[in-house]
């Protein structure tokens, strides 16, 4: 890992490590990234360059991965300031806020991001690893990261939005079928005409009354002799 974030802090030296990683010296920057992360990110990193329209003197340059690469751990995730490999906070809150919209809470996307800036704006001498560093205005830093990457990831989701989804093809345009139940008259008409029946049909059928009558007979005494 170490060795890695070396070989993405310099482009220009090579490195060799039991023979197993191998990056050669003076190396493009993208195919560097593919040597480290791998060949799934080739054309499918977001260039970035811009620069702070304040007096801060800050640049971001770098790549980010589009929202459809991602990875299950930040193990891909190189930030520097100034040239130095570094894992601040402000820095990995401000990439995770960038991709809130369009990637899961649990998924973390990839990047190689370089913040430059003035050395009187920020403290390296935070933590005795140099890993972690101060900002003199950590809001304002957070924000230009922020909207920097938000706007490159708008103009590639626009760009896909506008793409055409199908070619244009010789086969004939299908024209919809329109199905007849012969339900052609009014409401108003198959009710006039429903009604009538509706009154026969039931003045037909007459009320059937059970009627019992009930006769009192008295009842007779009976008298038995017994043996």
């Keep these: 890992e170490v060795v890695k974030r070396l070989a993405m802090a310099r482009t220009d030296v090579g490195f060799v490590l039991n023979d197993k990683w191998r990056y050669r010296r003076n190396e493009d920057l993208m195919d560097r990234i593919a040597s480290v992360m791998g ?59 960038a991709y809130m919209d369009v990637m899961h809470a649990r998924e973390f996307p990839l990047c190689a991001l370089y913040l430059w800036l003035p050395t009187n704006a920020v403290d390296v001498n935070v933590s005795p690893a140099k890993t972690e560093v101060h900002f003199l205005e950590p809001t304002h830093v957070r924000s230009f990261i922020i909207k920097t990457l938000r706007d490159r990831l708008s103009k590639t989701m626009v760009n896909n939005v506008s793409a055409p989804v199908c070619e244009k093809t010789d086969m004939p345009d299908v024209v919809p079928y329109k199905f007849n139940f012969g339900i052609q008259k009014n409401v108003s008409c198959v009710r006039d005409e429903i009604k009538p029946l509706f009154e026969n049909s039931f003045a037909a059928i007459k009320p059937v009354v059970n009627v019992t009558k009930h006769t009192e007979t008295p009842i007779e005494n009976v008298f038995v002799d017994m043996p």
């Design 39 to 97: 060949d799934d990110v080739v054309g499918r990193m977001l260039e970035i360059d811009a620069v702070s329209g304040s007096t801060s003197g800050m640049k971001l340059t770098g790549y980010i991965s589009e929202p459809t690469l991602r990875r299950a751990s930040s193990v891909d995730q190189y930030l520097f300031v100034n040239g130095h490999p570094v894992k601040d906070k402000v820095l990995v809150g401000a990439l995770r806020a």
